[in-house]
């Protein structure tokens, strides 16, 4: 096997087929650039998760003149049911599942909302009073959630047991469906990329029938003949992921390091350096489709 012929062989082919090998290194391109962000956008949720779930709190809400709970029987909470709430909280039984807790009265939750919804309009219409008072639990495992709140859920004095987590797996959620949409598009245009593969591979071969023809009277092997037609194959795909992993590391470096990050310092986002995790892995991706492709289409059509 002649490898110098073989290159040659498959020069060649990418010669005569330029608008073809053009359209599936576009196609591959953008299923690559799918897959990718599909890829990223798992990671950029596994961070986010690491980052935030050691930092959500419970919040034990207390009674108010509003509250509807039977815990309260439309009573503001006592100084004796605040006492021992916070007695529950210091507790042996409980000790082992608490990192720390904090009481948030109404002023200071008025405080901390004005800090969190300083640019919005609802700062001038809420009032201290329709703020409930709270203690903030930090747990050691914010897994054991359901521990705190079959303790505190049926106390006096006790309006609601919240886990926060819960407000922040709804965006995750989010993230997780535009995952998934990028998946589905992904998958759909993988498919398109190899029937592209395919023809394009299949075009090349009809036009060099002669050649293969004579290749195989005098005796070539099987994989001096399909070699080049699958190096064609594997360029096309290798320019489309090369393509795709340059232009994932771009929307990284400026739209999520250098705009997102800046302007949210607190949130913790993925990096440039998570492509170059995932690049190999599209790289991979491409050389086997366009592999599989090509070497289906040849056994069709070329009959070696």
Same mark, same amino acid.
């Given at each position: 096997?002649?490898?110098?012929?073989?290159?040659?062989?498959?020069?060649?082919?990418?010669? *005569?087929?330029?608008?073809?090998?053009?359209?599936? #290194?576009?196609?591959?391109?953008? =299923?690559? !650039?799918?897959?990718?962000?599909?890829?990223?956008?798992?990671? *950029?949720?596994?961070?986010?998760?690491?980052?935030?779930?050691?930092?959500?709190?419970?919040?034990?809400? %207390?009674?108010?003149?509003?509250?509807?709970?039977?815990?309260?029987?439309?009573?503001?909470? !006592?100084?004796?049911?605040?006492?021992?709430?916070?007695?529950?909280?210091?507790?042996? *039984? %409980?000790a082992?599942?608490?990192?720390?807790?904090?009481?948030e009265?109404? @002023?200071?939750?008025?405080?901390?909302?004005?800090d969190?919804?300083?640019? =919005?309009?609802?700062? @001038?219409?809420?009032?201290p009073?329709?703020?409930?008072?709270?203690?903030?639990?930090?747990?050691? @495992?914010?897994e054991?959630?359901p521990?705190?709140?079959?303790?505190?859920? !049926?106390?006096?004095?006790?309006?609601?047991?919240? @886990?926060?987590r819960?407000?922040?797996?709804?965006?995750?959620?989010?993230v997780?469906v535009? =995952?998934?949409?990028?998946?589905?598009?992904a998958?759909?245009?993988?498919?398109?990329?190899? /029937?592209?593969?395919?023809?394009?591979?299949?075009?090349?071969?009809?036009?060099?029938?002669?050649?293969?023809?004579?290749?195989? %009277?005098?005796g070539?092997?099987?994989?001096?003949?399909?070699?080049?037609?699958?190096?064609?194959?594997?360029?096309?795909?290798?320019?489309?992921g090369? /393509?795709?992993?340059?232009?994932?590391?771009?929307? /990284?470096?400026?739209?999520?390091?250098?705009?997102?990050?800046?302007?949210?310092?607190?949130?913790?986002?993925?990096?440039?350096?998570?492509?170059w995790?995932?690049?190999?892995v599209?790289?991979i991706?491409?050389?086997?489709?366009? !592999?599989?492709?090509?070497?289906?289409?040849?056994k069709?059509?070329?009959? #070696?």
């Amino acid at each position: 096997m002649r490898l110098g012929f073989i290159l040659r062989e498959a020069a060649k082919g990418l010669r *005569q087929n330029v608008v073809m090998v053009v359209s599936v #290194v576009l196609v591959t391109f953008v =299923s690559l !650039t799918f897959v990718g962000a599909s890829v990223l956008l798992q990671l *950029q949720i596994n961070q986010m998760k690491g980052y935030w779930y050691d930092r959500m709190e419970v919040a034990i809400y %207390l009674c108010d003149d509003t509250s509807t709970s039977p815990n309260c029987g439309g009573n503001e909470v !006592t100084d004796a049911q605040r006492q021992n709430i916070e007695k529950i909280l210091k507790s042996e *039984q %409980l000790a082992p599942y608490i990192k720390e807790y904090a009481y948030e009265s109404k @002023d200071q939750a008025y405080k901390n909302f004005r800090d969190q919804y300083e640019n =919005s309009s609802l700062v @001038d219409q809420i009032t201290p009073a329709q703020l409930p008072e709270s203690f903030r639990v930090a747990l050691v @495992d914010p897994e054991k959630y359901p521990v705190i709140n079959e303790a505190f859920s !049926t106390v006096d004095g006790v309006d609601s047991v919240i @886990d926060q987590r819960d407000l922040l797996e709804k965006v995750f959620q989010l993230v997780r469906v535009a =995952s998934a949409a990028a998946a589905v598009v992904a998958i759909v245009m993988i498919v398109c990329a190899v /029937l592209l593969t395919g023809t394009t591979i299949q075009l090349s071969a009809m036009h060099r029938r002669l050649e293969t023809t004579i290749m195989r %009277l005098v005796g070539a092997s099987k994989a001096t003949i399909q070699l080049p037609f699958i190096i064609e194959g594997v360029i096309a795909s290798l320019i489309g992921g090369l /393509l795709a992993s340059g232009t994932l590391w771009l929307l /990284l470096k400026f739209l999520v390091e250098d705009k997102l990050a800046s302007e949210n310092v607190g949130v913790a986002f993925i990096s440039t350096g998570e492509v170059w995790l995932v690049a190999p892995v599209l790289l991979i991706i491409g050389i086997v489709l366009a !592999t599989i492709s090509s070497v289906v289409t040849l056994k069709r059509y070329l009959k #070696v």
